[in-house]
């Protein structure tokens, strides 16, 4: 419960802060209007559900045409046949769906309500609160494992030194815990206590790592920052926690960075539907000529909208729920194949367009590479150790080998720089059930921690206020106070500590960071340059490692500024990193540089080999330096030994720019390699002319990216090729790059789950996706794209043969077929065989992945074009038209013969569809075979029933199989000899593949 007030105005920090007035919270004071906490993640209510599905149905030209169609029935004028022949299939359609959104939002419901029924102590009240009736101001106990209801300030934890652990992988997707800590004022205060705290905080924001707050308690005031907060959705790892409620319901953290997914549409999807509109123009003309023939007369309009309606068949309505099904079927397939286990399909609507990608984006840490750090080699200035060579690394740290003052002086550079390696880090060490780990944001931090410890120097402790180290082989102890600590962020790229030891009473400032930055805060060197640049030629992530020693004076007037510009509510953090940078970061003595490594990702090699092979241009989209993104594009063959790298970096003139562009226009086969910089001048400037030059290369490496960058740079793939991007990722820097996908691959990794939860499809590791795209892609995209030509052919060849009785009859628009044998068509009597499309194969998946040049005709759309579409237009006229006619001749065209035509001609339709559906298939399986003879079966069994449509007498007759026959094979031998013949002379790239 809080009282709200305009304080000031806050400065908009890069997006991070929002501008507006401040928050008074007092505890148990009435408060303004605050949003409720209650969850809701539902899409619908009962209000909304009708309409928003009926909109998102009717959108699709396919459902719209066919509402107009049943529509029509209404009116006694324009109604042929049954109305339920062109209600029921539609009404079909969009029960299905109704049903499957209603499903999924009671689930959403339930989900909701679980945690909106979760009850909370408030301090204060008697009876436990539901987390949906919290409101800010309100004084609530968490405790272990239990989830922090809404954004709150820690005023007060069971741990004496204030600290608390949270695990915010249902936030940010990372999987370490991360330490937060009560407010020094309120720590020691009794609970009744707590109420007469004041706390002001900045307007709701988007921004999971900033805060800017003061806590107010007496005269005394405080800063608060993002270390004092624990927001929406995290759980609370250790202990428990008192917190006051500063923000509810949608204006939590966790609310305002929930976004709907946007819905993806496929590129087959889109094809398809221009195709339906081709064929409505079709049906208008067709209907506009068979009344023209019959002259205009009498109510011509009339008959236009009748024949309107006996043609709609042409575009059939059970299109979109068969590719639907489809893709339910493809995703069951992914899921549940065993060698990429335990792969999500996230956003089922798209697994087409895995067999349609170009261009692929990929991260590199955690992507490429496994995330998993190992220190590998440090540098002193004279001397660099590796390998074994970390031995004597130890035994300098033991104070053995120091036998002669050459090796005395380097021995104390090694200890130097291995006592602030065990210092400069927010690593922690936990002991659970006997066992310790250690905890940090980062795993480069955990990795020089656990090298440290192999070397003799190991943590032993750690909490807000102390350190303390302990020396391997001996029972002496270092006690270390901390005094300040500057964490680690992308815009300053480096970490500080300081602290003081507290036997010797010295103050020692340690800070470590990206080259880049540190060259220009430690006092001048001739080598450090030289040698980051060999160890990121070795793979290797590179840290700078300084020192600065400080007398009490010195610190005490750094803290009062400090202190002072801790206070400041405007640009408090810019003004901050000022003060530190003018008092602290000055010629600070280089202890040493230490290169990390991060290994490849298993069978990375082979996998970007065979999808470069595939024909899919890669680009590496990285945040390290230009030296470690090129040795790791060579080492993971993402550029093949040899190939000229092309390097542009640090430029900042436009009117160098199209000396470069013209350069690759010309030289064509080379790789670029581009750093942010250069790239946000190319992007600002020349973004069209560096996207079509870029596009064309065969390999793009981008270094020192931001998250946006890759974003844009999907982004603008897509609108300049309009071809397909996949782009994937597995950290929460990825997430941006993914959305911005046409399809989107998240991996599980070491930084969490947050790019997997938020991509279309989630593997385990990078190798997967060479299946997923190869095998998968493929079968997924030319078995729909063939179940929608059969389809679209069953609709289209019953339509031609109406159309054929319709000028035999003398222009009448009279239903051919209609009532059961029409809905029986499209569903009982034809549905099965059609839909088993989707389990056939064209290769086996070892053909596929030993040939990966079958994936480029893909990419090419020739499964489903233009000129497919007509062939089976021209098949469907061919066979539709000596079908009917056939069919008359035989029979007759007198009302007497009118039964046994339909029978002849719609046995024969049907027959032909079956026979049709079996030249099509290349690996026949068991369900194919069943759905084959089921379907036969069915009909047989079903035409004692169709006494309205059949005379049954004509079926014990020799005639109406002699003529069955002939009308069945006459429209089947020719399309037959037609394919034997192409096969012969041109025989398609996949069956040359299989011959082999």
Not at 131 to 156: E, T
Not at 537 to 564: D, H, P, Q, S
Not at 674 to 697: C, H, P, Q, R
Request: net charge negative; glycine share 6%; with cysteine.
């Amino acid at each position: 419960m809080s009282k709200i007030d305009a304080v000031d105005d806050q400065e908009s920090d890069d997006g991070s802060e929002p501008t507006g007035p401040s928050r008074i919270i007092r505890p148990f004071t009435k408060n303004g209007k605050n949003p409720s906490n209650a969850i809701s993640n539902a899409k619908y209510n009962p209000f909304t559900f009708l309409p928003i599905i009926l909109y998102e149905q009717f959108k699709f030209f396919i459902n719209l045409y066919f509402l107009l169609v049943a529509l029509s029935q209404i009116v006694p004028a324009l109604r042929i046949g049954y109305l339920s022949s062109y209600v029921l299939p539609l009404a079909f359609v969009l029960f299905v769906t109704m049903s499957k959104e209603a499903l999924d939002d009671i689930a959403r419901r339930r989900r909701d309500a679980e945690s909106n029924k979760e009850a909370y102590e408030v301090l204060g009240k008697a009876d436990m609160v539901r987390s949906r009736d919290l409101k800010v101001g309100d004084l609530i106990i968490i405790n272990k494992d239990q989830r922090v209801p809404a954004d709150v300030i820690l005023l007060k934890s069971s741990e004496v030194t204030g600290e608390s652990f949270i695990r915010t992988d249902q936030l940010d997707g990372e999987t370490d815990w991360k330490l937060r800590i009560a407010c020094p004022l309120t720590q020691s205060l009794p609970d009744d206590l707590l109420s007469n705290v004041t706390i002001t905080a900045t307007p709701p924001t988007k921004s999971i790592h900033h805060f800017l707050g003061r806590l107010q308690l007496d005269s005394a005031n405080l800063p608060l920052s993002i270390d004092n907060t624990m927001w929406a959705n995290t759980v609370l790892a250790s202990g428990h926690a008192i917190g006051c409620v500063i923000y509810t319901g949608s204006e939590t953290r966790q609310a305002m960075n929930t976004s709907k997914a946007r819905g993806k549409t496929g590129l087959l999807e889109l094809e398809i539907n221009s195709l339906s509109k081709i064929l409505c123009i079709c049906v208008f003309l067709l209907s506009l000529l068979l009344v023209g023939l019959s002259g205009f007369h009498g109510q011509w309009y009339v008959s236009i909208f009748r024949f309107l309606v006996l043609f709609s068949s042409i575009i059939p309505v059970s299109l979109r729920v068969n590719l639907d099904l489809g893709k339910s079927v493809y995703a069951y397939l992914i899921e549940h194949d065993k060698a990429i286990p335990e792969t999500i399909v996230r956003t089922s609507t798209i697994p087409e367009d895995l067999g349609r990608i170009e261009y692929l984006l990929t991260d590199k840490t955690g992507t490429l590479t496994q995330n998993d750090m190992e220190l590998k080699k440090i540098h002193v200035g004279t001397v660099s150790y590796a390998g074994e060579a970390m031995d004597e690394v130890a035994n300098y740290v033991s104070g053995e080998g120091q036998n002669t003052r050459s090796r005395r002086d380097i021995g104390v550079r090694v200890r130097d720089l291995v006592f602030a390696l065990a210092v400069c880090h927010n690593v922690t060490p936990v002991y659970e059930d006997g066992e310790s780990s250690y905890q940090a944001a980062s795993p480069d931090e955990i990795a020089i921690v656990k090298w440290t410890e192999s070397v003799g120097l190991v943590l032993a402790k750690r909490d807000r206020q102390s350190i303390v180290l302990s020396y391997a082989g001996s029972k002496a102890e270092q006690h270390l106070e901390i005094l300040q600590i500057f964490p680690f962020s992308s815009e300053t790229k480096r970490m500080g500590i300081v602290v003081r030891d507290v036997e010797k009473d010295e103050i020692t400032f340690f800070e470590k960071g990206a080259d880049s930055i540190m060259g220009k805060i430690v006092q001048k060197n001739d080598w450090l340059e030289e040698e980051t640049g060999n160890m990121a030629r070795e793979g290797l992530r590179t840290l700078v490692i300084g020192r600065k020693k400080l007398t009490a004076e010195a610190y005490n007037f750094f803290l009062e500024k400090y202190t002072a510009a801790s206070l400041v509510l405007k640009d408090r953090e810019g003004e901050m990193q000022r003060v530190v940078s003018e008092y602290l970061e000055k010629d600070l003595d280089l202890l040493g540089l230490t290169g990390v490594e991060d290994k490849l990702q298993e069978n990375v090699k082979p996998s970007l080999e065979l999808l470069r092979n595939a024909g899919i241009k890669i680009w590496m989209l990285t945040g390290d330096k230009v030296e470690t993104a090129r040795c790791v594009a060579v080492s993971a063959k993402l550029v093949p030994r040899g190939q000229y790298i092309h390097t542009i970096a640090g430029m900042n003139r436009p009117e160098l720019a199209f000396d470069q562009l013209d350069y690759l226009r010309t030289k064509g086969d080379c790789c670029l390699l581009i750093d942010g910089e250069s790239l946000s001048m190319f992007l600002s400037n020349y973004e069209k002319e560096f996207i079509e030059v870029a596009v064309t290369l065969p390999a793009v490496i981008a270094c020192r990216c931001s998250p946006t960058q890759k974003a844009e740079i999907a982004k603008l793939i897509k609108t300049f090729t309009k071809k397909r991007v996949c782009c994937i990722g597995d950290g929460g820097n990825d997430v941006s790059m993914i959305q911005a996908a046409d399809v989107g691959v998240g991996i599980v990794g070491k930084e969490g789950k947050q790019a997997s939860l938020a991509a279309d499809f989630s593997i385990l590791q990078f190798c997967y996706l060479t299946k997923l795209l190869v095998w998968h892609g493929r079968n997924s995209y030319k078995q729909s794209a063939k179940l929608a030509q059969f389809i679209i052919h069953r609709g289209l060849i019953i339509s031609v043969a109406q159309a054929v009785y319709s000028m035999q009859s003398g222009f009448e628009p009279i239903a051919l077929y209609q009532g059961l044998l029409l809905v029986g068509y499209a569903t009982i009597y034809t549905m099965m065989p059609v839909f088993s499309l989707v389990l056939d194969r064209d290769v086996d998946e070892n053909v596929a992945e030993l040939y990966p040049e079958l994936y480029k005709e893909l990419t090419e759309g020739k499964s489903l074009s233009y000129l497919t579409f007509f062939v089976w237009v021209l098949i469907s006229v061919y066979q539709g038209a000596i079908i009917q006619g056939l069919a008359s001749v035989f029979v007759g065209l007198d009302y007497e013969s009118f039964m046994n035509m339909v029978a002849v001609g719609f046995t024969a339709i049907l027959l032909n569809e079956l026979l049709m559906v079996a030249m099509e298939v290349i690996t026949w399986n068991k369900i194919m075979i069943a759905c084959e003879i089921v379907t036969f079966t069915a009909y047989v069994a079903s035409i004692p029933f169709l006494t309205d449509y059949y005379d049954l007498n004509y079926f014990l007759t020799g005639d109406f199989y002699w003529q069955t026959a002939a009308a069945t094979g006459a429209s089947l031998v020719p399309i037959w000899l037609v394919k034997v013949i192409k096969r012969r002379v041109r025989p398609p790239t996949y069956a040359k593949v299989r011959q082999r």
